[in-house]
């Protein structure tokens, strides 16, 4: 069993994992190799001690180097589920499932909020991951909806499966074919049904279908970890970026306001000090 897995690629993620590793952890960073699409994306970054007047992909750039000197891998994965197993804890990755005795969610801020109705219907209809339930729609009729382009080979996946596939693309560039795929756009309005999903409302239209996958680069906290307690959308946590499960902490965008890479970086250097501290209380 692991001691901890970080999850996220980011500033946070990142910083936990070099700390982590000085202390002589034994632990997985897990997340896009890539790093964090909100890295690469600045255009010009002022505010980061040390990296004057550097552009996204010289910050990636130095990232990955800090990680390749402390001899750290990423273990490519997006996590679906994070379950407390009263004294561990359950990672889930599509098909794949790790242990670890403490985790740290370094899973950034998604600018999406959850249509009405998704929360309601996760499990009974809605889901975020193509891997894990991508089977369950062979031969049925979807709707996916995608925030990024990274994603789009989930969708194709869905689209080998699916009769019919509505595809909802949040993102320019959208390159998705098919005889079977319909492309929309825009996002839903809701997500509507009895005991399962049935319909999903656009503002020109309403497809009924038998599933929704809501493809999203960060999913909401609750939705990842469940019994997480999260306000307005950010994991609650206390200054030692302890969240209300024992065990399990978050760094990062995740925890709130100022979205900033030295904020997401000094928080992961502070989840990784309190796993540390946590690990030697339990011996
Ligand atoms: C265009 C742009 C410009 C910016 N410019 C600046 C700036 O100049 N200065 C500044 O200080 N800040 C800037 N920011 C804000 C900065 O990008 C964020 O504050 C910072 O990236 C937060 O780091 P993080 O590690 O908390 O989260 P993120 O960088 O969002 O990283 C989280 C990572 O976790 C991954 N992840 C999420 N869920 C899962 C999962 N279930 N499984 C696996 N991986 C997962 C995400 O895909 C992502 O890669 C900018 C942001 C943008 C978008």
């Known amino acids: 069993m692991y001691d901890c897995i970080i999850i996220g690629t980011g500033a ?9 590793k000085a202390r002589g952890k034994n632990f997985l960073l897990m997340g896009s190799k890539g790093l964090s699409p909100k890295i690469s994306a600045a255009e010009k970054i002022n505010n980061y001690p040390g990296l ?23 273990t490519p994965a997006q996590v679906t589920g994070v379950y407390d197993m009263g004294g561990h804890f359950g990672v889930l990755c599509g098909q794949d499932s790790y242990e670890a005795k403490t985790i740290i969610l370094a899973t950034g801020v998604e600018a999406v909020k959850p249509v009405p109705g998704e929360l309601e219907f996760l499990g009974r209809g809605v889901s975020y ?26 969708a194709e ?7 019919e596939m509505y595809y909802a693309p949040l993102y320019k560039g959208a390159a998705l074919s098919g005889e079977n795929v319909h492309i929309i756009g825009g996002m839903p309005q809701a997500i509507e049904g009895g005991m399962r999903v049935e319909r999903v ?3 020109d239209r309403t497809v009924e279908c038998d599933g929704v996958f809501m493809l999203k680069s960060a999913l909401a906290p609750s939705a990842l970890v469940p019994g997480l307690k999260a306000e307005g959308g950010h994991v609650l946590v206390d200054r030692q970026c302890r969240t209300n499960l024992s065990g399990l902490f978050a760094a990062g965008d995740c925890t709130g306001r100022p979205y900033q890479y030295a904020k997401a970086a000094g ?12 690990l030697a209380d339990k011996k």
């Open 12 to 20: 946070a993620g990142i910083s936990a994992a070099l700390t982590l």
């Open 52 to 74: 004057p007047a550097v552009d996204g992909e010289q910050l990636k750039a130095a990232l990955l180097r800090s990680l390749e000197s402390a001899g750290i891998e990423i």
């Open 129 to 154: 991951c193509a891997t894990c339930d991508g089977l369950l729609y062979k031969g049925k009729k979807i709707v996916v909806v995608c925030t990024s382009k990274d994603m789009e080979e989930e």
């Open 157 to 163: 996946y869905l689209a080998s499966l699916a009769s």
């Open 201 to 203: 409302v656009f503002k």
């Open 267 to 278: 928080e992961g250097n502070v989840a990784a000090h309190s796993v540390c501290d946590y």
